[in-house]
DNA sequence: CTCTCTGCAAAGCATTTGCACATTG
DNA sequence: CAATGTGCAAATGCTTTGCAGAGAG
């Protein structure tokens, strides 16, 4: 039973665990930058029937709990990835293509951000937008 | 006419100048972290009947030219601002309120990170969620 | 058994787009 | 003038929500 695992945050929680509330989590540990779509997709695998509210409601919950990091980027659809370890993103402005990155010393630099304006309590997050390698290789557009 | 100073950047690209767009980026000029609906009401101050896809319109074409920076953080609307120095941001999860810190190191960090990863043409930005002074003041909550 | 969660379908926003006319260079 | 840009209004896409029945503890 490792979904006891995936599970057990939910179940320290004031929340219920559900069998859809467990498989949304587990379709985070298989698949990361997933959209709710795809989301709603894998988990209608092995439960159809599920609605997309539902999978919403879910991440929002699991969000507030701090099991699963949002990314939002203004236009497409919002990714969702569970949270495991602290990364930063690369970002595709061309293909959209998201990728994980460890950076050393981003956390300091946030810590003094946050302690400089009194703000407790924090997450943060690197974001680099750019041309990805392949989008650079398959294009002959100029740099602006 | 200090409205050339404005102007430039949309000048020296290949879009036309028009009354509409030298509008919003004097409404830019003016305040920070606007939203698109903002924007349209300080335009329509010097301006009525300006309609909001103009104003979407034109701020997509500002961005592509690097005149001006989105800022999206999931669910409410995104805000613009002009681009004028290199910052980051400070979001309040309880109030959404938007601060912009400066920050040494973030860009050899990501500089680092793109390279790593070949990517080219980029822009990038730290972004802090946390609770603000004053929201950590107003209120009793516990850190979660 | 009570309280919470879910599916469904409709509503809500923010943003984008097609089109005929107006404007810029 | 020819090419672009604009207003209008409708369309789109993502996300949220109200409600009545289903499920968890």
Redesign the interface.
């Known amino acids: 039973m490792e979904a006891k695992t995936v599970d057990a945050g939910l179940l320290q929680s004031r929340y219920r665990l559900t069998r859809q509330r467990s498989a949304v989590l587990r379709a985070l540990g298989e698949g990361t930058h997933l959209s709710a779509e795809m989301i709603l997709e894998r988990v209608r695998a092995e439960m159809p029937g599920v609605s997309l509210g539902t999978i919403y409601r879910t991440l929002d919950i699991l969000r507030?709990?701090?099991l699963v990091q949002?990314f939002?980027?203004?236009?497409s659809a919002?990714r969702y990835e569970a949270v495991l370890d602290k990364h930063?993103h690369?970002l595709?402005?061309e293909c959209r293509s998201l990728?994980n990155?460890t950076?050393?010393?981003?956390e300091r630099?946030?810590r003094?951000?946050?302690a400089?304006?009194?703000?407790?309590?924090?997450?943060?997050?690197?974001?680099?937008?750019?041309?990805?390698?392949d989008c650079?290789k398959h294009s002959h557009l100029q740099?602006?």
């Not at 400089?116 to 390698?133: M, P």
């Open positions: 507030g709990i701090g949002i939002s980027y203004g236009g919002a930063h690369l595709c402005s990728t990155v950076a050393e010393g981003v630099i946030a003094d951000m946050a400089r304006e009194g703000f407790s309590d924090i997450d943060f997050s690197l974001t680099v937008v750019g041309r990805c390698r650079a740099s602006v």
